[in-house]
């Protein structure tokens, strides 16, 4: 309740507030405005910078102008005149070589960054499968044709088959060629095996009867030769309408 009875507060009687402090700065024309006078302290000076240097750009821009006055003049009266000077105050545009060299900087900066915040120059993201966008001379196949491609004859490519679609493994002969742990499914479809496992009475296309789950097991092979870059797709095999279901 202090500041009741004394509302002037605990300043001693008859004191008077302290004067602001004197700007001791020089002073200079308002260059906005002659008829006045502005401080040169540092607030100011960024303002007062500019404007020095627009009207050294304007003298210059002036002079400019002068010779190019005169220049004109002489080539009217007929006298040689040297190559037409440019104006000195204009802005230079950036031109090709500029804009590309920006572009190139900013792109290895991403790339920096990337690799810098989260280990991976494209910020772990997972570039989309270009082969999807190359044409192709893609085939059909029917499933005599398709088995002539089996690996068994080394001057043809190896291909197999999943749920339809056909995709070149000769990269990876090793793999699926004679001997290897995967040639039971070359020059054939054999989509239901993907599901479910089974490389002795599953060696065929039809999925009828499969479980969720061995359908997934399906399409994640499918996803995996679709978004290979080790394997191309090269057509479709044909499988007659009525084939008896696999057991």
């Known amino acids: 309740m202090s500041w009741i009875m004394n509302p002037e507060g605990d300043r001693a009687t008859g004191t008077r507030p302290a004067k602001p402090a004197e700007d001791e700065y020089p002073k200079v024309s308002d260059p906005s405005d002659a008829s006045r006078m502005v401080s040169t302290k540092q607030a100011n000076r960024p303002f007062l910078n500019y404007s020095t240097y627009r009207a050294k750009q304007q003298k210059e821009h002036d002079a400019w102008v002068q010779r190019k006055t005169e220049r004109e003049e002489k080539i009217a009266r007929g006298e040689k005149v040297g190559p037409e000077e440019p104006d000195p105050t204009e802005e230079p545009e950036v031109g090709c070589l500029g804009l590309l060299k920006f572009i190139v900087y900013a792109f290895v900066f991403i790339l920096l960054a990337g690799k810098f915040f989260t280990g991976s120059f494209l910020w772990e993201l997972e570039l989309p499968n270009l082969k ?3 044409p192709t ?6 499933e005599q044709m398709l088995a002539k491609f089996d690996g068994s004859d080394p001057g043809k490519p190896l291909y197999i088959a999943i749920d339809g679609d056909v995709y070149d493994v000769s990269s990876n002969r090793a793999t699926y060629g004679p001997g290897g742990s995967y040639h039971i499914m070359a020059g054939r479809d ?6 479910t496992g089974c490389f002795a009475t599953h060696l ?3 999925l009828r009867e499969l479980s969720e789950k061995e359908m997934k097991g399906v399409q994640h092979w499918k996803k995996f030769y679709a978004d290979s870059k080790k394997y191309a797709k090269v057509g479709r095999v044909s499988h007659p309408r009525s084939t008896p279901q696999a057991q």
């Open 190 to 195: 054999a989509a239901r095996a993907y599901g």
């Open 132 to 134: 999807q966008f190359i």
């Open 137 to 142: 001379n893609q085939r059909l196949f029917s």
């Open 204 to 206: 065929t296309h039809d």
